[in-house]
C-alpha cells in the first residue's frame, strides 16, 4: 500500500479560509484604531486653541483685533484670531486630521471686538467636538454657529 504524505486540498482551503476571516478582523481593527487616533489628533489641537486664543485676546482686548460685525463665521472672518499664525497652522493640521475644515465662529454684541469665540470640527469616527472661549471643550450633535458651543 502507497501512503501519500502531504495535505488534502480541502485542508488547504479551510486555512486559507481561516487565514482570510482573521487578516479582515485585523484590518478592521487597524481602521478603527486609525479613525481614533486622528480623533484624538483633532480633540488636542482643538484643546490646544483656547491657550493660543487667549495670547491674542491679551494682545488685542478681545478675539478680534479691529471692530467687527459680529457674529463673523469661518476661519477666514476678518481681523479675528482665526488670522494668527499659530491658528492657520493649528486649522490646517485639524483640517489634515479631520478630514475637513472646521467651523469657526466669533460672537459678541453688535460691532465691536469679539468678545467670544468657538470652533467645532468632525471626527473621524462620528460627531463633532467643539472649543469655545468659556473653556468648554466636548461632543455637540452638530457644528457651532453662535460662537459657544451649545
Known amino acids: 500500500m502507497k501512503k ?5 486540498l480541502i485542508e488547504l482551503l479551510v486555512v486559507i479560509a481561516i487565514i482570510g476571516i482573521l487578516a479582515s478582523v485585523v484590518l478592521a481593527s487597524l481602521n478603527s484604531a486609525r ?31 479691529a471692530a467687527i460685525a459680529l457674529p463673523a463665521t469661518g476661519c ?3 481681523s479675528t484670531l482665526f488670522l494668527d499664525g499659530v ?7 485639524i483640517t489634515s486630521s479631520s478630514g475637513a475644515a472646521p467651523t469657526c465662529v ?11 469665540w468657538a470652533m467645532s470640527a468632525t471626527l473621524k469616527a462620528g460627531g463633532t467636538w467643539c472649543v469655545d472661549s468659556t473653556g468648554a471643550s466636548k461632543a455637540t450633535a452638530a457644528s457651532t454657529t453662535t460662537g459657544l458651543c451649545s
Open 76 to 78: 477666514t472672518a476678518t
Open 106 to 116: 466669533v460672537g459678541g454684541t453688535g460691532t465691536a471686538k469679539a468678545s467670544a
Open 35 to 65: 479613525n481614533k487616533g486622528a480623533d484624538a489628533a483633532t480633540k488636542a489641537a482643538l484643546a490646544n486653541m483656547r491657550a493660543q486664543a487667549e495670547i491674542f485676546y491679551d494682545q488685542y482686548s478681545g478675539y478680534s483685533s
Open 87 to 93: 491658528m492657520t497652522n493649528a486649522i490646517a493640521g
Open 4 to 8: 501519500n504524505k502531504g495535505f488534502t
